[in-house]
C-alpha cells in the first residue's frame, strides 16, 4: 500500500525567517499596496459608469492617467510582498485548533478564514488583473470588470477582518525590535541564510523592481528599464492601438466616401456631418494623456473640433450627456456615454488630427472623442453618431 501523505508539522519549520515579525513588516506594505490599488480600481470602476450620482471631475486632465498607473504599479508591488508573507506565515497554516478553548477557537477560525479568503480573492485579483493588462482573456464565463470590482471587495474586507484579528499582536511586534524573540515559535531557532532586516528590506527591493519593470507604461522616462510593460508609446503619433480597425470590423464604414457625423436629439436627427463639414468648423487643438485601466498611458497633441461646437451648430442642448456611439458593431464600449460636464469642456474634442497628421484608421478615422480625465476605453473611435436627450 502506498503511504499516505501527511502534511507537515508546525515543528518541522525551524527557521528563524518564518517569523510574525517579519510577516508584520511585509503585512504592512501588503496592505498598503492593496489600499491604494483598491481605492484607485474604485476610481476606475465609477469613472466608467454610465451615469454618476457624484459628478466625475475633468480635472485635472492626467488624473485618470496617475491613478491607473498607481493602480497597476501597486498590484503588480503586491506580488513579491504577498508570496514572502505567505512563505512567513506558512507554519501557522499547520497548527491544530484549539477546540478546547472557545475564545482561542474563534480568533484561529477567523484569522484562519480570512486569510484562505483573502488568498483566494488576491491570487485571482493579481492574476486577472495581469493578464487584463496584456489583453488576454482564457476566460469566456464572466466578465473581467464585473469579477474584478466584486472581488475587490471581498479581498478588502476579508483584509479589514484579519487585521482586526491580529491588531493587537501586530502592533506589538512593529514597536519593538525585528530580531526580538516574544512571539517566535518555539521550534524557530535555525538562522536563515539572510537575516530578518535583509530579508524584509530584499522583498522590499523586489518590490521595487517589479514596479519598475512595468511603470515605463505610464512614466515614459523609465520606458528603457520597463521590460514588462505591456505599451511603451509604440504607434502613430506616439500613442498606442489597443483595438485596430480590423479587429473592429469598420475598415471599409470608416472610409466610406459616404461617412457622415449624425446628431439626433430626442431620437429625431438634428444635423449631419460630412467629414469636410468637420474640417470647415474652427479647429482647436489640446494636449491630453490617454489612459487605460491597463495601466499605459501616452500624452498626444490632439486637434479637431470641441464636441459643445458641434452640438451648438446641430442646435442641440449643451447642458445634457451625450451618448456617443461608434461604427464598431459589437463590443462592451462601441456606446459610451458623455457627461453633461465633459461635453461642455472646451478640452473634449471629436479629434481628427493627432500629432499634426490625420487620425490613423487604427486611431479612429474619420473623428474619435478626446476628453480630459477619462478612461481610454470611453475616448471612443470610429464616432458615428452623437445622440443627445432632449
Not at 6 to 20: D, G, H, I, V
Not at 69 to 93: E, F, N, R
Not at 250 to 272: I, M
Not at 328 to 345: E, I, K, V, Y
Request: some cysteine.
Amino acid at each position: 500500500m502506498r503511504a499516505r501523505l501527511k502534511p507537515p508539522a508546525p515543528e518541522q519549520f525551524t527557521s528563524r525567517l518564518r517569523s510574525p515579525a517579519v510577516a508584520a513588516r511585509v503585512g504592512l506594505w501588503l496592505g498598503v499596496s492593496f489600499g491604494l490599488c483598491f481605492v484607485t480600481g474604485l476610481i476606475s470602476h465609477y469613472a466608467q459608469l454610465p451615469s454618476h450620482p457624484v459628478p466625475f471631475p475633468t480635472s485635472p486632465s492626467w488624473g485618470y492617467q496617475v491613478t491607473q498607473g498607481l493602480h497597476v504599479t501597486s498590484g503588480v508591488a503586491a506580488v513579491p510582498l504577498l508570496l514572502v508573507k505567505l512563505w512567513s506565515v506558512l507554519p501557522k497554516l499547520f497548527e491544530s485548533l484549539p477546540v478546547r478553548d472557545a475564545r482561542r477557537l474563534l480568533i484561529a477560525v477567523l484569522e484562519r478564514g480570512s486569510i484562505g479568503v483573502l488568498v483566494a480573492a488576491s491570487i485571482f485579483q493579481l492574476a486577472t488583473g495581469a493578464l487584463n493588462a496584456a489583453q488576454w482573456y482564457p476566460w469566456l464565463t464572466f466578465s473581467f470588470r464585473t469579477a474584478h470590482y466584486a472581488l475587490a471587495w471581498i479581498a478588502i474586507g476579508a483584509l479589514l477582518v484579519h487585521v482586526a484579528v491580529k491588531l493587537p499582536i501586530t502592533r506589538d511586534l512593529l514597536s519593538g525590535d525585528i530580531d526580538a524573540t516574544t512571539h517566535d515559535r518555539v521550534t524557530a531557532t535555525v538562522p536563515g541564510a539572510l537575516s530578518r532586516r535583509a530579508l524584509v528590506r530584499t522583498t522590499a527591493a523586489a518590490a521595487g523592481v517589479a514596479v519598475l519593470a512595468t511603470a515605463g507604461g505610464t512614466v515614459p522616462w523609465l520606458r528603457r528599464v520597463s521590460v514588462f510593460a505591456t505599451r511603451t508609446g509604440e504607434g502613430p503619433g506616439g500613442v498606442p492601438i489597443n483595438k485596430s480597425a480590423q479587429a473592429a470590423g469598420v475598415e471599409e464604414s470608416a472610409t466610406a466616401p459616404d461617412w457622415r457625423l449624425e446628431v439626433v436629439v430626442g431620437g429625431v436627427l438634428a444635423a449631419s456631418f460630412s467629414y469636410d463639414d468637420l474640417r470647415a468648423m474652427p479647429p482647436h487643438t489640446v494636449d491630453l494623456p490617454i489612459a487605460c485601466v491597463e495601466g499605459w498611458s501616452a500624452q498626444g497633441t490632439w486637434s479637431g473640433v470641441r464636441v459643445a461646437d458641434v452640438l451648438r451648430t446641430a442646435d442641440a442642448p449643451t447642458d445634457r450627456e451625450v451618448v456617443v456611439v461608434s461604427l464598431q458593431q459589437a463590443g462592451a464600449f462601441r456606446r459610451s456615454t458623455l457627461p453633461a460636464s465633459f461635453a461642455a469642456d472646451e478640452r473634449t474634442l471629436l479629434a481628427l488630427d493627432l500629432a499634426g497628421e490625420p487620425l490613423a484608421l487604427d486611431h479612429g478615422f474619420p473623428c474619435r472623442v478626446i476628453a480630459p480625465n477619462r478612461p481610454g476605453v470611453l475616448q471612443t473611435k470610429w464616432v458615428s453618431r452623437l445622440e443627445v436627450s432632449a
